[in-house]
Every structure is written in structure tokens, then in C-alpha cells.
């Protein structure tokens, strides 16, 4: 029992505790690489699949807790997603619900920001994975499993055998990522609705809710977007006094 007691006192403190800020080299290497996977159309294509998991994931999340029955959440391989719930088709519920899809990755990048920035690198890997587990309950096809899976392994195998600065610098490229890509799924859904494409978006969803246009909708992810980058930018953005002092002596 003591032995018990002695491994969960430290997996608490590993937890909970503070690691180490990656060097600002890294920290601007993952940045463009995190930039560069959301502009360059392959790997988009991609990476898309995490801003999927988080869109729905926000979509189910937000439904359970305003009381909203969740049926379940399905995964496509074009990385499009379908969250079901049941509950009365009005109100404020289902209007929290389908705002919470394009709000979802660019607010989680701002909370992992925050994180990073106060040094909770392993709390930042570690609640990704119970966000993940806590989805994968609810997925109801198989490439929405896999998708998962996928995702959790990657982030454990990092968490569990990377060094610290290989943790460092892979929870700063998923911050980073999801801020970044906060904003093109917000081009693309209006650029899908200029061309009539996407009738039962969830921007066209919360017109037919609330009776504000759609494109005011889609405005709001933008900004929100947006300003989460700002934020989250300027949270994880390295100490100017980290890097001056490299490039003076050189």
C-alpha cells in the first residue's frame, strides 16, 4: 500500500507540477510548422482530423451539459463529423449546441496556451488524453475509432517516452495548430454557403434558431477565432530576452 500510495504521490506530482519552457528555437519551429500544415492544402487534408475530433467533441460536450441527450458522434474520413443528440429542437440548448463546433478548436488551443505559459506541459498532455477517452465512449462508426485512437496514441507515446523537450516542443505544435487552424474552417464553410453548399451548416442552423443571419454567425467564428490567436500568440510567443542575446553575440 505504501508502495501504492508512494506511485500515485508521484504521478500526482508529474501531474500537477511545472516542467521546464522549450528553447525559443523551438518554440518558432513548431510555430511554422503548425502554420505550415494548415496552409499547405496535403497535409491540411490531414490534420483536418484533429479539428474535426475538437468541433465535434465541442459540439457533444456542450450538449451534455445543457442537459441535451448525447446519442453519438461519428467521424468521416473527408474529415466532415455529425454530432446526434436529442432534447427539444429549440432553445438554448441547441443553440449553446451548434455554436460550440467552430468555437471548440481555437478556445481549447487558447486554454493549452494557457498551460504552456504557466509550465503544465504534462497536465496539457494528460487532459488531451481524457478528453479523447471521454470522446471515444461516444464515436459510433469505425474511422471515427481509429481517428481517435490514432490521436491518443500519438499524444501518450509522446507524454510517456518523449524527453521533456520533445514534450515541450509537441504540446506546443498542438496549441499552436489549433490556433492556427481556428480561422480556415471558417473560410471554408463560407465559401461552401457563398456557393450554396452546406444548406444545414451549423451557421445556417443557428439562423433558422435565432433568426440572425447566418453570415453574422460565421463573422463570430471568425472573430473568435481570431482573437484567440491574438491571444494565444501572445501567451505562448517566447522571452524577446531568451533569443536577443543569440543573434547580439553572433
Excluded: C
Excluded at 55 to 67: K, P, R, S, V, Y
Excluded at 87 to 111: D, Q, S
Excluded at 151 to 178: C, E, H, K, P, R
Excluded at 207 to 212: C, D, E, F, P, S
Amino acid at each position: 500500500m505504501d508502495v501504492d500510495a508512494a506511485g500515485i504521490g508521484e504521478l500526482w506530482d508529474r501531474l500537477t507540477g511545472t516542467q521546464p519552457d522549450p528553447p525559443w528555437w523551438l518554440v518558432v519551429l513548431v510555430g511554422l510548422v503548425a502554420l505550415g500544415a494548415v496552409v499547405h492544402g496535403p497535409t491540411w487534408r490531414v490534420a483536418r482530423n484533429v479539428v474535426t475530433i475538437a468541433h465535434e467533441g465541442g459540439h457533444a460536450l456542450t450538449a451534455l451539459l445543457t442537459g441535451r441527450r448525447l446519442d453519438g458522434i461519428k467521424l468521416h474520413s473527408d474529415t466532415s463529423g455529425v454530432t446526434v443528440s436529442r432534447g427539444k429542437p429549440h432553445g438554448p440548448g441547441m443553440v449553446f449546441t451548434a455554436l460550440a463546433g467552430y468555437l471548440t478548436p481555437p478556445m481549447l488551443g487558447l486554454v493549452f496556451a494557457a498551460l504552456l505559459s504557466w509550465g503544465r506541459i504534462t497536465l496539457m498532455l494528460w487532459a488531451s488524453l481524457a478528453l479523447l477517452a471521454g470522446m471515444l465512449v461516444m464515436i459510433r462508426n469505425a474511422y471515427g475509432v481509429l481517428s481517435v485512437m490514432v490521436t491518443g496514441a500519438v499524444i501518450l507515446g509522446v507524454s510517456w517516452l518523449g524527453n521533456a523537450q520533445v514534450q515541450a516542443g509537441f504540446a506546443y505544435l498542438a496549441a499552436l495548430f489549433l490556433l492556427f487552424a481556428g480561422t480556415r474552417p471558417v473560410i471554408e464553410l463560407q465559401r461552401m454557403r457563398a456557393r450554396q453548399m452546406a444548406p444545414s451548416s451549423d451557421a445556417d442552423q443557428l439562423a433558422h434558431l435565432t433568426g440572425v443571419p447566418g453570415l453574422a454567425w460565421v463573422g463570430l467564428f471568425a472573430f473568435v477565432a481570431l482573437m484567440a490567436l491574438m491571444a494565444g500568440g501572445k501567451l505562448l510567443a517566447p522571452d524577446s530576452s531568451s533569443f536577443l542575446p543569440a543573434f547580439l553575440s553572433g
